[in-house]
């Protein structure tokens, strides 16, 4: 089966578990939200950048980011849990996945200073972009293929946390070393999965929103706007969407990979080959 066809499949079975626990919805939609709270710290942040006081300026941004890394992962967090009580076919409630995502607090709040830390750092490998254009192109191609590699090594660092109730570096630890054991090392790209969403949905949604922009900037709002509008709530559908079947197929795929479990509605060949590697 091809790449692409393996991908489909795998995002037309966390999307049967989707339709099947609706509420674990919740998790991302809330979650957006409470996400807008950062922004009291972001938005003063660029204030003070803009009026040249770099220092408190960049210390505001700094937290800002960390704060709404914070946030994202709690609601992570609650999805995983959640999920892998639907898996199992036990009851489960936002408060209940919340619950357990809160009681975990420490550990969470270290995880979003690990990746606010290495968000910061891959921007500075990027840079500024004012170098020559050779200097920037390989800037942009390193910067994005650290930020894949580190994406998929924790890709587990979530359930292995939530679920199985480790430590931040014991967490980063089995997350890296189940790909290792189970995929090998020569990885080439991240989990076959939303692929089809991307782009059946958050691609046009994009493409909207900026055709709608434009158009409303040249004048033209009365087609504009409504397609901007449209482009928007698209987009932001869609990634709440892709974001809860990530986070429900992250709890499938730890279960296989750690235990060799095949959760109903998947094959092994598909769950084996859910990872890119190099052939």
Known sequence: MSSWAQGRELTRQSWAILKENRGLTAYPLIGTVFGVIPFIVLVPGVYFLADNQNWIGWALI???IYLATLVASLFQAGLVVSAAAALDGK???FGHGMGAAFGRLGVL???AFVSTVVTLLISALRGNN???LVEVIFRNVLAAAA??????ITFFVMPAMMLDNLGLIDAIKKSASTFKQRWGTQLSGGVRIGGLIGLLVILPAML???VGVMLTVFGAWPLGVP???IGFVALIIGSLVLGTMRG???VVLYRYATTGAVAPGFTEDQLAHAVSVKS
């Open 130 to 132: 004012n170098a020559g």
């Open 248 to 250: 429900i197929f992250s």
């Open 147 to 152: 930020g894949i590699m580190w994406q998929l």
């Open 109 to 111: 709040s270290r995880w």
């Open 227 to 229: 397609l901007a509008v």
């Open 91 to 93: 009851e489960t409630s």
């Open 62 to 64: 700094v937290v800002g």
């Open 208 to 210: 909207a929103l900026i």
